[in-house]
Nanobody
């Protein structure tokens, strides 16, 4: 099992920045990919950014150039640096981990609100 605990959300004005963090515990040695998903009101959950254990990254087109995902394998932590935030980035963000066995794990949602 993998437990994910995220932090760092809040209210920010358009154009501002936030940094999300997610710490994994449990069977962390078998984690392959980690990432962030988000769900806006009345919309489906979507992938925001993901990173493999080797450091390869993938981003949603809507956040490319503004968000950066990074990972500290020694600390079992994944980060999401969000810059130039827009109101449409508002939503509940979820940390995700995928083990080599292709089991998915989710952290509790973190609310991010971008509003003036």
């Amino acid at each position: 099992q993998v437990r994910l605990v995220g932090s760092g959300g809040g209210l920010v004005q358009p154009g501002g920045s936030l940094r999300l963090s997610c710490v994994a515990s449990g069977s962390t040695s078998s984690i392959d990919r980690m990432g962030w998903y988000r769900q806006a009101p009345e919309k489906q959950r979507e992938m925001v950014a993901a990173i493999t254990s080797g450091g390869s990254t993938n981003y949603a087109d809507s956040v490319k150039g503004r968000f950066t995902i990074s990972r500290d394998n020694a600390k079992n932590t994944v980060y999401l640096q969000m810059n130039s935030l827009k109101p449409e980035d508002t939503g509940v963000y979820y940390c995700n981990a995928v083990r080599l066995t292709n089991n998915y794990y989710w952290g509790k949602g973190i609310l991010v609100t971008v509003s003036s």
